[in-house]
């Protein structure tokens, strides 16, 4: 096919296997030229097991040679800006793993880095386009929920510390824990589907329960014996949103509980749904009556579902197209996270305007 998209992707982790690999190679309009990652032996095992044709170690040097159309970030949080900033000035459009950075300063770089080049950038959040999420999102849009008044979000492991002593346990490279984490998921969730409302003040409080348990499976992943672990393996938190509405929320990585729960429930004035363990259900009344709905989303082969990769490159070949998850949304997510982990440290709710200026200051 002429005028294919020219692909690279820069950090050849887990997800880069799991999610972006397989994404991009499965559109015909792209074709996949290079794998980058500081571990050249890694990069070189991908590519030959999904016959990609290049391989570097270096980002920069793979830009000056490839010149890709679309590279996918899929390194250490640390590293986001960093990378999202060359690609920028070299002129590809960025498709970034989720958290966009570790800090709202680093988020506003990135903004201000689009903004000069005119290219996209998209965070990984593949959790707005599960069906059920994209459902939710056409359900409230039409005003079937109402007002939302109140929302709780969470992701409660029994054993998930992922890598202990590896970079998601050092907070210089992730930038902090759990918050930053699978708070980047089922938090960002719960605001996307409320509209991204202007947030007021954010409290809440972090904790360190299992960096020394004896208990090694605590481990959803392979970790360093010994290794660093300073941040945070629980946070449970407040967002007070200028609208009058509420947003509580906890999220950890190993807990004493029976099984893992990952959740987001909405309270609204019209109904109510709860997306819990990926079942949705919905709630409201009629005819004098509470109803409970379960939507049927597999056997409705109307329903027009997004694709991730396919989204994305469609919003390249088309400026019109807004972006599901636009870096905006991650320098949003980015100033919340910033008043938590002050809040944590302060013991006292921040509010959000206050961080910004902290931030800029």
């Known amino acids: 096919m002429e005028n294919k998209l020219k692909y690279a992707l820069i950090g050849a982790g887990g997800n ?4 972006h690999i397989h994404g991009y190679l499965a559109l015909e309009d792209v074709e996949v030229a290079a794998i980058c990652d500081i571990d050249l032996s890694k990069a070189s095992k991908m590519a ?19 010149r890709p159309d679309i590279v996918s970030i899929v390194t250490p949080n640390f590293l986001h800006a960093e990378i999202t900033e060359y690609a920028l000035s070299q002129g590809a459009h960025v498709h970034c793993e989720k958290p966009l950075s570790i800090s ?13 080049t005119g290219k996209r950038v998209m965070i990984g959040l593949n959790n707005r386009f599960t069906n059920e999420a994209v459902f939710l999102k056409k359900w409230i849009d039409q005003g079937n929920l109402g007002d939302i008044y109140s929302a709780k979000a969470g992701w409660i492991r029994r054993s998930g510390i992922p890598g202990r002593g590896t970079w998601f346990t ?5 930038g902090g824990g759990v918050m930053i984490d ?7 969730l719960a605001l996307y589907l409320m509209g991204s409302p202007k947030v007021s003040y954010v409290a809440g409080s972090t904790y360190q329960n299992f960096v020394h348990t004896t208990a090694r499976n605590r481990n959803g992943y392979k970790g360093i014996e010994g290794g660093t672990f300073n941040v945070e ?27 893992d729960r990952f959740y987001v429930e909405l309270l609204g004035t019209k109904g109510g749904a709860s997306l819990v363990n990926g079942t949705l ?18 056997l409705n082969p109307n ?33 919340i996270v910033d008043a938590f982990y002050e809040s944590a440290a302060s013991g006292a709710p921040v509010n959000v305007q206050t961080a910004q200026s902290l931030v800029s200051s």
Not at 281 to 298: A, M, Q
Request: with cysteine; charged share 35%; net charge negative.
């Open 16 to 19: 880069a296997e799991k999610k």
């Open 48 to 66: 030959g097991k999904y016959n990609v044709p290049n391989v570097y170690s270096d980002y920069k040097e793979m830009f000056a040679k490839e």
């Open 104 to 116: 709202s300063e680093e988020a506003r770089r990135i903004l201000d880095a689009r903004n000069r």
């Open 170 to 174: 050092d907070k210089a490279r992730s």
């Open 182 to 188: 699978l708070g980047a998921h089922y938090l960002d």
């Open 233 to 259: 393996d629980a946070a449970i938190g407040f967002v007070a949103l200028q609208n009058r509405g509420s947003l509580s929320f906890e999220f950890s990585w190993a807990s004493n509980i029976e099984e």
């Open 281 to 298: 259900k919905l709630f409201g009344e009629s005819s004098d009556i509470c109803l409970d709905i379960t939507p049927k989303l597999k």
């Open 303 to 335: 329903l027009q579902l997004e694709n991730e990769f396919r989204h994305f490159v469609n919003s390249i070949k088309d400026e019109r197209q807004q972006l599901i998850a636009p870096a905006d949304d991650g320098l949003y997510f980015a100033e």
